[in-house]
């Protein structure tokens, strides 16, 4: 719509002058250097998100694996209600994983913020080595971790001080355990961007007011670290709702999430209107969220990314 | 922010004769032993992975045991040895450098626009590449599936992963170019164009090398991002398998300890660049 508009400006203003083509190439070379990835996000995110919408409203025969649009919203009332106790556990655990995730990352953040010195980016670095292995090797790592034969149980019960009976693996705790320590990069990344911006002599200045250490944080640290803590909660929440390589690697019939319908049906019974109407609802969800962030912070705030 | 109120502090009844006295008291190793704590907790899989690469696995065909059974370099020497795992290992190295090399082009053009430039339809891009990074991995492969479904074409499999890889690598690239674009000394270029630089010119000698570093920054980031993907890839990689996700099909079955060797050496290729990065930062920092 941008093009439209600005060709159209140029076009009305006559024959080009030097100046005046120059100015008109420098506004228009925005929009050149834009095109090409512009149309490739267009076509490879924006159209994809809209076909996902088309397909949840789709129906059609399991049997016959033909599906045909009618707008069948009956697929978003149908899998609420049939999936509800996996939407409220991914829910719940989700909730778990993000509180969680704040807590250990925010003293850890903070610390290296505020004292890392000139350390400061080695052991930031030392924080995102994990994130150079597989996500998928990592997670299998943890089961060989917390098996109930395994490298930390294992022993113990060896010596009697855990019953023979007791498990981790294939329990909510297994499940939300592997979500946070999967995540930790992305709620820790923001938090330690936020962090590190502000201004230390601001500390200093609440100190020289004899504030104590709690409350220059509370006053002065605390309201400045907000947008990392906003980033790091759009970052890890929803993502972690629609998790589903954890609860399929450390968890078992009981920890089913609706990451795992939703893969389930779309890779194996195939049936993609609805589970495309699950995933939609993940969409939204994002969509809204991501909405909220923006109009508080605005989309230029870079505090999701500067970290990377 | 809040003065007025901090002001109130010395009625609390602490002593703040002393100002900014260093923390004597035990509560000062509280921060500092809790982040070691968290790096012994983050790194712990990654000992795991590499001590069990060493694994010395007496069944066959061998699977990663709970148990560590005695020292052996059986698998490092016999890194190949399983067909499949080397076949998706060599389809996610093939497909890493390309992804990475189409998502750095595309990605610094937009990182350049958005860091440069005031235009109309910027916010909403904005939007567009905030969202490309923040949306759950499962809708973005359940949405690109989709769309390779009802298009039919192309064939789901290695341009199906290529072709996503590229999509959701270009807004990490695009906004780490448009960080640097963003802490740009503008007058340089201004001096160029004094000195009578047409804008090619300036860019290729004053711009490029100046966001060179990022652009770097951007193929790796895009490089790892691709090589680790297993959400999206599983979507729509069809038959074909990429390392990781080689490695989740065979979860049910067990893993063979090659697998343990693979990660620690893309791993150890992974420390060597970040290692160098902050060798080279570090450098460049020092007056």
């Known amino acids: 719509m941008a093009t439209e508009a600005l060709t159209a400006q140029d076009a009305s203003a006559g024959p080009p002058t030097r100046g005046r083509s120059y100015a008109g190439r420098r506004r228009r070379a925005p929009l050149w250097l834009m095109m090409p990835g512009g149309v490739y ?27 045909y649009f009618d707008w069948d919203f009956a697929n978003y009332t149908d899998q609420i209600v049939q999936y509800k106790t996996q939407l409220i556990r991914s829910v719940s655990y989700s909730v778990i994983v993000t509180i969680a995730c704040l807590l250990l990352a925010y003293p850890m953040t903070y610390w290296i913020a505020f004292y890392g010195g000139r350390w400061k980016s080695s052991i930031l670095l030392l924080i995102l080595l994990p994130f150079f292995v597989s996500f998928v090797i990592r997670t299998v790592q943890w089961r060989f971790l917390l098996g109930d ?17 007791f498990r981790v693996l294939a329990t909510p705790v297994a499940v939300v355990a592997g979500i946070t320590y999967n995540f930790l990069p992305f709620t820790a990344l923001p938090l330690y961007v936020a962090l590190e911006r502000i201004d230390k002599s ?8 004899y504030s ?8 002065v640290v605390w309201p400045l670290s907000l947008p990392g803590v906003f980033a790091a909660f759009l970052l890890t929440f929803v993502p972690a709702t629609g998790d589903y390589v954890n ?14 319908i939703i893969q389930e049906k779309f890779l194996r019974e195939l049936n993609y209107p609805e589970a495309a109407a699950l995933s939609v609802i993940l969409m939204v969800a994002m969509l809204i969220l991501a909405s909220i962030y923006a109009r508080i912070l605005g989309t230029e705030d870079d505090t999701l990314t500067t970290a990377l | 922010m809040s003065a007025t109120e901090t002001r109130t ?16 008291r035990w509560t000062r190793f509280i921060l500092p032993g809790f982040t070691w704590l968290m790096i012994v907790y983050l790194t712990l899989p990654i000992f795991v992975m590499i001590l069990y690469s060493f694994n010395d696995i007496q069944v066959t065909p061998p699977r990663q045991t709970p148990r560590f059974q005695g020292f052996t370099l059986h698998w490092w020497r016999d890194l190949f040895g399983v067909a499949g795992l080397s ?21 610094t053009l937009i990182g350049l626009a958005l860091g440069r430039y005031r235009f109309r339809g910027k916010a909403p891009i904005n939007f567009v590449i905030f969202l ?30 290529l072709l996503s890889h590229i999509g959701f690598s270009i807004a990490f690239v695009a906004v780490t170019v448009r960080a640097r674009v963003q802490g740009l000394d503008r007058s340089l270029e201004d001096a160029a164009q004094d000195l009578f630089a047409n804008p090619m010119t300036t860019f290729i000698k004053v711009t490029l090398p100046l966001i060179a570093p990022a652009i770097l920054a951007g193929f790796l980031l895009a490089f790892v991002l691709s090589l680790d993907d297993f959400v999206i890839t599983n979507f729509v990689s069809g038959t074909e398998s990429t390392f990781p996700v080689w490695v989740y099909g065979a979860t049910r079955i067990g893993l063979p300890p090659q697998v343990n060797v693979m990660g620690t050496l893309l791993f150890s290729a992974g420390l060597f660049f970040a290692v160098l990065n902050v060798i080279v930062q570090r450098r460049r920092a020092r007056p």
């Open chain 2, 9 to 24: 502090a010395p009625s609390t009844g602490i002593e703040p004769a002393p100002l900014h006295a260093p923390n004597k």
């Open chain 1, 149 to 165: 034969d395994g490298i930390i149980f294992g022993p113990l019960k060896d010596l009697g001080l855990l019953p023979d009976s």
């Open chain 1, 202 to 209: 601001l500390v200093e200045a609440a100190k020289d007011l």
């Open chain 1, 41 to 67: 996000l267009l076509i490879f995110l924006i159209v994809p998100m809209g076909l996902l919408v088309y397909t949840s409203l789709q129906s059609g025969g399991a049997f016959s694996g033909r599906f």
């Open chain 1, 212 to 219: 104590s250490r709690w409350k220059a944080f509370r006053h």
């Open chain 1, 247 to 260: 609860a399929a690697i450390l968890g078992g019939p009981g920890t089913t999430m609706i990451g795992n």
């Open chain 2, 87 to 107: 076949q998706a290992l060599k389809t996610s190295l093939m497909i890493a450098p390309l992804s990475a090399l189409a998502a750095t082009g595309l990605g």
């Open chain 2, 132 to 161: 490309a990074i923040a949306v759950p991995e499962i809708v973005l492969g359940s949405s690109l599936l989709s769309m390779f479904v009802l298009a039919q074409a192309p064939p789901i499999g290695f341009t199906t992963i």
